[in-house]
């Protein structure tokens, strides 16, 4: 398995702008795909966004389409999210996942199709 470690949470007004990382450490970084979850309280864990392997495929949730970019560096091992014109309802806790995969295009949207996650990192955005 992969460890990954994210930062970069924090207490946001309305209209501003976030920046997410996640650090991977253990295994060949490339090898997996990447994705972003959010958790907000009493609600389920849900999609934000997913990155294949390569970097070439990407995927929304609908809620962040057009606001919201995750991109990768498989030479530092990190993957981001780029979080802009953030919302109220954007505050969750944050967490990164990995999956081992054989496959270099492909990207995954649901929970139980991720290996690794990280501890999680909180995003409060107020209005």
């Known amino acids: 398995q992969v460890q990954l470690v994210e930062s970069g949470g924090g207490l946001v007004q309305a209209g501003d702008s976030l920046r997410l990382s996640c650090a991977a450490s253990g295994r060949t970084f490339s090898n997996y795909a990447m994705g972003w979850f959010r958790q907000a309280p009493g609600k389920e864990r849900d999609f934000v966004a997913a990155?294949?392997?390569?970097?070439?495929?990407?995927l929304y949730a609908d809620s962040v389409k057009g606001r919201f970019a995750i991109s990768r560096d498989n030479a530092k091992n990190t993957v981001t999210l780029q979080m802009n014109s953030l919302k109220p309802e954007d505050t969750a806790v944050y967490y990164c996942?990995?999956?081992?995969?054989?496959?270099?295009?492909?990207?995954?949207?649901?929970?139980?199709?991720?290996?690794?996650w990280g501890q999680g990192t909180q995003v409060t955005v107020s209005s």
């Open positions: 996942a990995a999956r081992r995969t054989s496959y270099i295009s492909y990207v995954y949207t649901a929970r139980n199709e991720y290996d690794s």
């Open positions: 990155i294949s392997w390569s970097g070439g495929s990407t």
